[in-house]
Structure formats: C-alpha cells, structure tokens
C-alpha cells in the first residue's frame, strides 16, 4: 500500500488583531519532507502513526510538508495557497496512491476561504480520484462542515481537551484509512448539528462521561468512530458551532440515528460544560484565602492557543499594585524582552520594560525592577506526548513576582515551561498561566485548587458579545429556546 502523509492547520481567530503568515508556521512546527522527528507533534501526529504502520508491513510511505501555526487572525491568501500548493504537489508527485492522510486543525480560515480544509480535501480528491481513501485528524475546536465530508473518507477529531489524545486519534485515523483502502470497511460520515456553541472541558462532568461513553460506542453496531467538534468560538464563519459527527460502517441509518441522540444529549448539557471564571480581583482573593496553594490561575483571555497575543500585562499590573507575592506568571511573550535579558546575562539586574505592546486589550507595559533569575536556549514543554518549542526563555524576578518571558508565542501546556528556567511552580502561593484548558493535566495535579480568570483579552470568555456577521442563527447562547438539532450531512 502506498500512503501520502502530510499536516497543513492553524486555528484561526477572525477578532484576533494580527495575520498569521507563512512564518508563523515555519517558527511554530516546520518539518519538510523527510525532517519531521520521531515523536509526536501537532502537525505530524498521523505521520508518526503511518511511519510505524509501514515499518510493521510491506508498505510505502511518503511524506510531505507537516506544519503547523500558533493561532492568530486570518490566514494570509499568500501563506494558505503556497502551502496548500507545495502539499499538493507533492502528492501528485507521489501518484499513484492508495492512502492520504492530514493533519488539519479543522478552523484555519485565510483570505479569500472560510473553510480551509474543505477546500484543501475537495483539490485533494480532484488529483487522486474516487478510489482513494482520504482523511483527516482534526483538533475538537473545529468547523466541522459538509464540504469537508463530501471530499473525505474519514475525519476524526481529538477527543479530549487537553489534547492528550493526539497520536490516538491519528492511529485510529490511519488504521480506519487503511481499512478503507484494502476494502475491508466502507466508511460513511453522517453530521448532525446540536444548534449551540460551547466551550466544553472534557476534565468535567457531564463530559467526561460522554466522552468515555463515545469511546465505548466505537466498534460496535457498525460504528467505526464517533466525534464531538466543539467549534471554535472566536472564529466567525457560517458553519460555526458545535457538531457531532459519527462514521459508520456504511450504516447511514444507525449514523444519522446515533448523530442525532448525541446532539440532543450535548444541547441538554448547554450552560452546563465550562468552568466558572472570575474577575481578576475576586480570582486573587480566592487565591489569597487559600491557605496551602500554589493556586492556578488560568489567564484564559490572554491565551495565545486561541489567537491571543500573550503579552498582557492585566494579571500582572494588579498583583504589583496589590503587593502580592510569592507569585509565577507565565508564558509571556516579548521577543525584545528575551533578548534583552540575555544580552545582560544570568544575575544581572536591570530596569525592565515588558509585555503590553500588540493591541489595546494587551493593557499597558509593564516598568520595573528585575534579576535576570534564568535563561534557556531553544527551551521546550509537553503537552501529552506533544513537544511543543518555546525558543529562548527569560526568567526575571522582580517585587516577589516571578516571569517567563519566551521568543516564541504559545500558551502554558506543562511545568517544563517555568522550570525550564530553574523555577519550581509548586513552590509558588500563586501560578498564573496563560492558558484556557491545555494547562490543566500538567498543572492541577501540583495545584490546591484552580482558578479561571476572565481578565480582558482577545479570547476573553464572553464570546457572545463578539460582532459575529456570518454564523448561521438561531444558536444558543446568541439566540433563547430551544436549539435546533438538525441533521447536515446523512
């Protein structure tokens, strides 16, 4: 069997106040043909899963460009069709083949296209024709659409928020291809819409039992997956909301059925499945009133998984104007910080000016007095068996508040982040990250409690007064009663 495998996805957040280009994918995961490492990432997680499934039979793998960019506004025209075309080509270079298989994240929106990936699997299924099993690992907080259905085989999304599933999801994507291919299934994908849009954490209940329930639906019945797409709430396109999507063994009847109980189940649960956030000076005074610690407190507008800079100064403007200390905050990115750290050295204290420089919602920079307390070069965290690149780190210590400063613009996924530069976190009162929910599985088991923050930012938790245009309505919350779960594709 010959295999295609490459990765093309950024989550794309249409209020956010910059572009992602081509270079936001070349500094976040860049892996051309043949560099793409042994472990898992983003971008590469059904390549690792191909590459070890042609190692165990007498099969050809061929690889294309895998890549992936921190989430930010739009896509440029520009980045998505030269990446798009570079991937193509190769797999017309690669021609024939039995298998393709991507990574997409499944809410990449750049000029000119609202659906990214329905359109990169529409050109994909132009060049390699009917009889080629097509697919796709998506991340949950995807735009699941019928274009994207009508091109494929097979599309399977992450299960779990964190994303610790990522290389589950992209086996089961390449052994349900597989299958396909060798004629062994004959997959069909039936979509239903709940008619709400939720942020949904996976750690809680009621989800954390749907979810294992989904997983135990699988391989029964003729039900070969089951997928819950979350929808992206800062990405305004016409298909926005939250989506079951369940593939059956062509079983159309039994999919439509089984898509419809679920959407029904997930519209009951609505106002039911996100964590209660606070404001900043009520987060720092239940944080304060803890008498173990460290509590986490998760900075959820400023997290730049959603499209966030990941620069604001918010949480940390009040802790120094509140005299706390014993506090962390981390990752914050200010690429001139960084450098200005390591241009004055380990131990070297300094008038710093940090944070606070790409839009209004980043609140003012930030003047103070610092020690230079840590620096690491080329520096890393995990999420799952993801390893995700934060370029050089700062540490800096200043009025008993503790900082990481990094090149490169991401979210808080592990504690590698700050003891990457020799800071402990469960040695901290308070650990402020930059994060909505990828935190938790590093951080929460070091925590007394954690705490969401609904401090302003571009991913700001109230996502229901953002200036939609284009979302279909009605959808709860934008609209009341009751949502209208219809069926899509199927």
Not at 170 to 185: P, Q
Request: hydrophobic share 45%.
């Amino acid at each position: 069997m010959r295999m295609f495998v490459a990765g093309l996805g950024t989550e794309t957040n249409t209020f956010a106040p910059f572009p992602t280009a081509e270079q936001g994918f070349r500094e976040t995961e860049w892996f051309p043909a043949g560099t793409h490492p042994e472990h898992a990432t983003f971008a590469g997680a059904p390549l690792v899963a191909a590459r070890d499934r042609a190692a165990r039979g007498n099969h050809v793998l061929i690889e294309g460009l895998c890549t992936m960019a921190e989430p930010a506004g739009i896509t440029t025209r520009a980045a998505y069709e030269t990446l798009r075309d570079r991937i193509l080509d190769e797999l017309r270079a690669a021609m024939p083949v039995d298998l393709v298989a991507y990574y997409m994240h499944g809410a990449m929106i750049a000029e000119g296209y609202d659906d990214c990936e329905g359109d990169m699997l529409a050109r994909t299924r132009e060049i390699v024709g009917a009889g080629v099993a097509v697919g796709a690992a998506l991340d949950l907080h995807c735009h699941l659409t019928p274009q994207m259905l009508e091109a494929a085989d097979v599309l399977v999304a992450y299960k779990e928020y964190p994303h610790t599933d990522i290389l589950e999801r992209a086996e089961e994507l390449i052994d349900l291809l597989m299958a396909t291919a060798r004629g062994d299934i004959r997959p069909v994908m039936t979509l239903a819409d709940t008619g709400i849009l939720a942020m949904i954490h996976t750690t809680m209940e009621p989800v954390r039992s749907l979810v294992d329930r989904m997983s135990a639906m699988e391989g029964r019945d003729g039900v070969l997956s089951v997928s819950l797409g979350h929808g992206f709430p800062w990405g305004d396109v016409a298909d926005l909301g939250t989506r079951v999507l369940v593939v059956t063994d062509n079983r159309p009847a039994r999919g439509a059925e089984l898509a419809l109980s679920l959407a029904r189940e997930v519209a009951a649960m609505r106002g039911t499945t996100d964590a209660q956030y606070h404001a900043i000076d009520a987060a720092y005074d239940l944080a304060l009133a803890d008498p173990h610690g460290p509590v986490v407190l998760a900075d959820k507008a400023d997290n730049a998984g959603g499209g966030a800079p990941g620069d604001s100064t918010w949480m940390i403007a009040r802790a120094l104007e509140r005299g706390i200390t014993g506090m962390a905050v981390g990752p914050l990115w200010d690429p001139v910080a960084v450098r200005t750290c390591f241009d004055a050295g380990l131990g070297a204290r300094l008038a710093l000016r940090f944070g606070g420089k790409m839009c209004p919602l980043s609140g003012q920079p930030v003047d103070l007095d610092v020690t230079v307390t840590g620096l690491a070069r080329d520096a890393h965290q995990f999420l799952g068996p993801a390893r995700a690149d934060l370029g050089d780190c700062a540490a800096i210590h200043g009025s008993g508040i503790d900082v990481v400063l990094t090149a490169i613009r991401t979210q808080a996924y592990s504690p590698h982040l700050f003891r990457n530069v020799g800071i402990e976190p469960a040695e901290r009162r308070i650990v402020v990250v930059k994060s909505t929910q990828h935190f938790h599985t590093g951080f929460a088991p070091l925590a007394s409690q954690v705490i969401h923050v609904g401090a302003p930012g571009v991913v700001a938790p109230d996502f229901e007064n953002l200036p939609f245009t284009k979302m279909q309505r009605p959808r709860w919350p934008f609209d009341q009663g009751e949502p209208e779960i219809r069926l899509l594709v199927g």
